[in-house]
């Protein structure tokens, strides 16, 4: 299964994004689905996902100011960005894993968050 990312851009600080990521098949198949950011110089952090179906992981930075969803009939998952800081800059990554099988990550979309 592809992961397609899309939704990132330049915003102020305080503003708000969403980004999508849209499968190329069923997102039921995920046992994990979610969203991984990458800043410059920095490891590829989890953002937020779906762990087995509804439960949700998110990380301490971003509690409270994003939300992750899904729309099952378009097999994609989206993160709601709101609340935008400086520090929330970097490339976001969806990922998905299925058993058996590696992860698949998405392209990768540019958030950059002006001060």
């Known amino acids: 299964v592809q992961l397609q990312a899309s939704g990132g851009g330049l915003v102020q600080a305080g503003g708000s994004l969403r980004l999508s990521c849209t499968a190329s098949g069923s997102i039921f198949s995920f046992i994990e689905l979610g969203w991984y950011r990458q800043a410059p110089g920095k490891q590829r952090d989890l953002v937020a996902a779906f762990i087995s179906g509804s439960s949700t992981n998110y990380a301490n930075s971003v509690k409270g100011r994003f939300t992750i969803s899904r729309d099952n009939a378009k097999d994609t998952v989206y993160l709601q960005m709101n609340s935008l800081k400086p520090e929330d800059t970097a490339v976001y990554y969806c990922?998905?894993?299925?058993?058996?099988?590696?992860?698949?990550w998405g392209q990768g979309t540019l958030v950059t968050v002006s001060s």
């Open positions: 990922k998905g894993t299925q058993y058996y099988r590696a992860p698949s």
